[in-house]
């Protein structure tokens, strides 16, 4: 029985050696891929892991930045954003029944209907369901709590002036950008960049660890404007009373510091409510004070005086013959509405007397009289950077005729708009020298230019100080109280390219004359009650506006407070 | 020589756990030093709305449109008239000039 034996000796026990080596090799392979994969994913292309492991805890989140304030130049606010809420929903995720929905559109004060179509059109990934809710609101949406359905922080602009300042300080559009006044051409410095920031959160959503900012928000920076709101209440509440007066189409007022350029009030009629802007007209939404030319007809007077003045041509008390207010250039007749035979330089002025004016015009170069316009600002920007702004328009002296100098004289066939207007009467109250306008409120006066000398400028002041006076086109222009000085215009406008028997009334002037403090214009736009000059529509507006703004800035009078005389007969100037 | 060796790899082993067990408080420190300073900065910023807020709420209110016809209408105020005005000039020195 050697079946064991026999059994052993059948097996061939040894294994070939290849096998062995064959699968060390293996191994070692193995284990040397996975060494390589590692060292490849921890060491060289470790960005892949970085990322997820970054995804667990790591998040950028949204620092946003508002934007800046604007107030007045004491401070008072006059654009501020403040937090709103609007809900917005995600169509693919929302889920709700219908009492849902209704309960949603009664709060959003939507159409139920029209919340559903919203809220299911799984066409779109994003769709707001209301914007700029106040939040009492936006508390209710919240604590409803449906999927699907969330609240988005933005910034709503609010100006408590209201329609006020509404075209001065344009407005904001839904995602508060500029988009019209001053919000825009300031957009620069108000607008605020919101930055983003990577933040470490833990298992409970917290912010655990600033894990550095990738981009610094910027606040928008507060600006601080030349106007004065108190003024600006004053000199729109004057106008918009004139305005409904005189049945006419629009109006604009123009309140400047004499001293430095710097506006203090600008009031267009008929304004918006920027604080709830539903249906706003082009025609409410117009800055007429920048953006509309107008001819000033004998405002432009003074300038034609004071450019014959400097140039030795006059004297104010030379006298011109006034040829009984009829008088024939290159064929066509000048009037006068108060013919007179002789009437000294400064009896022009008061009484406006065009052929007075024109034959003055006429003793110069016209190269001369069109420096000197330029000189004073017109046909040029006014330096207020308000968009839309109309420089206006004066012609090159080559292409002037004979009658174009002489209607020039007194205001008609060149163009300007308001502000333009009474930055051109800085240069009587600065004594010839001519100040950039500014919305902004300055540190110091600006430089100005030199127009005219220190004499010709007082001597204009005293002309102009004779036309508000008894015997003048403005004696409705005087201040109790009050030495002022001004000079009216009435024009007729231009419809395409001819005149037409629609006037704009107008009256710039400054107060007080002894130390001038505010320039003062007034534009009223085809008023349509009987009257139409000037002296009887813009002049009134004027003294009212001055008066009052002159007793709120504690300006000392000038004058005994039974200073107004009126006559029985007002001067009118023919146009 | 071997012994102080031996000793001195203890007394860093502490320091080293003594270290690693500072860096674990000090960074959980941190951290929550860095929630308290998250949550000031979120107060400082609904103060900042709420200062928003209120500053146009209080102007809103001043309106001067407001402000004159409360005073016109609900309290009988009325602007002074000329020659109820007398404006006072006070000299550099104190002294108070009355205008004529």
Redesign the interface.
Same mark, same amino acid.
């Given at each position: 029985m050697n079946y064991a034996a026999s059994a052993h000796q059948n097996i061939t026990a040894k294994l070939p050696g290849w096998r062995a080596t064959a699968l060390f090799a293996a191994l070692l392979a193995g284990l040397l891929g996975l060494l390589g994969r590692g060292v490849y994913l921890q060491g060289i292309h470790d960005d892949f892991l970085q990322e997820k492991g970054n995804a667990r805890y790591s998040r950028v989140i949204e620092v946003s930045a508002h934007r800046g304030?604007i107030t007045d130049r004491n401070g008072?606010?006059l654009a501020?954003?403040? !937090?709103v809420d609007s809900a917005w929903a995600s169509p693919s995720d929302a889920e709700a029944d219908n009492s849902q929905v209704r309960q949603l559109a009664q709060i959003l004060g939507m159409d139920a209907a029209e919340v559903k179509k919203r809220l299911f059109d799984t066409s779109r990934d994003f769709v707001y369901l209301k914007r700029h809710l106040p939040p009492d609101q936006a508390g209710q949406v919240a604590s409803l709590n449906l999927p699907g359905v969330s609240l988005q922080r933005e910034y709503r602009r609010?100006y408590?002036?209201?329609e006020?300042a509404a075209q001065t300080l344009g407005f904001t559009g839904q995602d508060d950008n500029g988009q019209e006044g001053l919000e825009l051409s300031l957009q620069e410095q108000l607008a605020g960049k919101s930055g983003s920031q990577r933040v470490i959160k833990d298992r409970r959503g917290?912010?655990?660890?600033?894990a550095g900012s990738l981009l610094a928000p910027k606040a928008g920076s507060d600006v601080v404007l030349s106007l004065d @709101? =108190?003024v600006q209440? %004053?000199a729109y @509440?004057e106008l918009e009373s004139a305005v409904r007066q005189h049945k006419a189409k629009a109006g604009a007022v123009v309140v400047l510091d004499a001293r430095s350029g710097e506006v203090l009030a600008l009031a267009n009629y008929p304004a918006f409510n920027p604080n709830n802007r539903g249906k706003i007209s082009a025609q409410a939404m117009r800055n007429r004070a920048i953006a509309d030319l107008f001819e000033p007809g004998s405002t432009m007077k003074p300038f034609t005086v004071a450019t014959a003045i400097e140039q030795g041509k006059v004297r104010p008390d030379t006298l011109i013959n006034t040829e009984h207010g009829v008088y024939t250039v290159g064929g066509k007749k000048i009037h006068d509405s108060h013919p007179e035979a002789m009437l000294t330089v400064a009896q022009v002025i008061q009484k406006s007397s065009n052929v007075g004016s024109a034959k003055i015009a006429l003793s110069m170069e016209s190269e001369t009289l069109w420096q000197s316009l330029s000189d004073s600002g017109f046909g040029a920007q006014t330096g207020s950077n308000f968009p839309g702004e109309a420089s206006g328009k004066l012609r090159a002296s080559k292409t002037w005729k004979p009658i174009e100098q002489a209607t020039m004289s007194y205001g008609h066939g060149l163009s300007v708009n308001l502000l333009q207007l009474a930055r051109a009467y800085t240069i009587f109250t600065n004594d010839g020298e001519l100040k950039a306008v500014s919305l902004l409120k300055l540190d110091a006066p600006a430089v100005g230019k030199k127009v005219f000398s220190d004499s010709t400028a007082h001597a204009l002041r005293d002309m102009l100080e004779k036309a508000v006076q008894p015997g003048g086109t403005a004696p409705l222009a005087q201040v109790?109280?009050y030495r002022v000085a001004g000079k009216t215009g009435t024009a007729h406008k231009l419809e395409g390219g001819r005149y037409v028997n629609r006037y704009v009334a107008s009256f710039v002037g400054f107060a007080p004359v002894s130390d001038p403090r505010l320039i003062v214009a007034v534009m009223i736009d085809e008023p349509d009650n009987g009257q139409y000059y000037g002296g009887l529509v813009a002049a009134p507006v004027f003294s009212k506006v001055t008066g009052e703004v002159l @007793?709120a800035l =504690?300006v !000392? =009078?000038d004058a005994p %407070?039974d200073n107004v005389i009126m006559p029985t007969d007002i001067i009118v100037e023919e146009v | 020589m071997l012994r102080n060796e031996g000793a001195l790899n203890v007394l860093l082993l502490a320091a080293v756990v003594v270290c690693a067990l500072s860096v674990v408080t000090s960074q959980h420190k941190a951290r929550k030093l860095f929630i308290k300073l998250q949550n000031e900065k979120e107060r400082a910023q609904q103060m900042d709305v709420e200062w928003g807020q209120l500053q146009l709420e209080q102007s809103t209110w001043a309106t001067p449109a407001r402000v004159e016809k409360i005073a016109a209408q609900q309290l009988q105020m009325q602007l002074p008239g000329n020659g109820q005005v007398q404006f006072i000039r006070v000299e550099p020195d104190g002294r108070v000039n009355r205008q004529p």
């Open positions: 304030m008072e606010p501020v954003s403040t !937090p609010f408590p002036a209201g006020e917290h912010i655990v660890e600033d @709101r =108190n209440h %004053l @509440r109790a109280g @007793r =504690n !000392p =009078n %407070l | -």
